[in-house]
């Protein structure tokens, strides 16, 4: 199954943006979250519902209910301007799918 | 601490095979598994692959199988993407990923290679 994603969403500099991730397999298993610059790997930003590796600043956050995963970045900060993918496991196929990413840009 | 290193960029013409590497370090090898992801120019992020480095399990997305191969060598900590009968549309950046789980409903990628950019061109 597909996960879907808004392909861009903007915010201004220090407000609050939600980036949602919607799919069926999401009713059953958690998203993870990706954040990616341009030229670079992505990072994890958000694993496990709502959990930051170490060195992720706390304005992320996730979030899930039904069929959507949400990452929330509060008070969105200029270097936060990327693209960001959801992943999970695939409910039919066990296997692995990113959604299509957002591109965030801060204004 | 934890890291992939990927070997370097590739150029091959179309039809021909190509062989990515991924050293890991700072953890015990055979502990987690490794996927495979790839992106093209100006694309998204594609799940291509994973091989389980203890026993050397292996499990393609259905549109790579037959022409991609994942293998690894536990003496020198390395996986390895092979693939084959390169096209045009194979021209991407090709990352190696470490597998993290809890449990059965959350897995995540922690650690991710620097990418190797394998361009198909005649």
């Known amino acids: 199954s597909e996960l879907t994603q808004d392909p861009a969403v903007s915010v201004a500099l220090g407000q609050t943006v939600r980036i949602t991730c919607q799919g069926d397999?999401?009713?059953?298993?958690?998203a993870s979250w990706y954040q990616q610059k341009p030229g670079q790997a992505p990072i994890l930003v958000i694993y496990?519902?709502?959990n930051r590796p170490s060195g992720i600043p706390d304005r992320f956050s996730g979030s899930s209910s039904g069929n959507t995963a949400s990452l929330t970045i509060t008070g969105a900060q200029a270097e936060d301007e990327a693209d960001y993918y959801c992943?999970?496991?695939?409910?039919?196929?066990?296997?692995?799918?990113f959604g299509g990413g957002t591109k965030l840009t801060v204004l | 601490q934890v890291q992939l290193v990927q070997s370097g960029a590739e150029v091959k013409k179309p039809g021909a095979s190509v062989k990515v590497s991924c050293k890991a370090s700072?953890?015990?090898?055979?502990?987690?598994?490794m996927h495979w992801v790839r992106q093209a120019p100006g694309q998204g992020l594609e799940w291509v692959g994973i091989?389980?480095?203890?026993?050397?399990?292996?499990s393609y997305t259905q549109k790579f199988q037959g022409r991609i191969m994942l293998t690894r060598d536990t003496s020198t900590s390395t996986v390895y993407m092979e693939v084959r009968s390169l096209r045009f549309d194979d021209t991407a950046v090709y990352y190696c990923?470490?597998?993290?789980?809890?449990?059965?409903?959350?897995?995540?990628?922690?650690?991710w290679g620097q990418g190797t950019l394998v361009t198909v061109s005649s």
């Open positions: 990923a470490r597998d993290v789980s809890n449990s059965a409903t959350a897995w995540w990628f922690d650690t």
């Open positions: 700072g953890y015990t090898f055979t502990s987690h598994w």
């Open positions: 091989i389980n480095p203890n026993g050397g399990t292996t």
């Open positions: 397999s999401l009713r059953k298993y958690f």
């Open positions: 496990a519902k709502n």
């Open positions: 992943n999970s496991r695939d409910s039919s196929t066990n296997h692995w799918v």
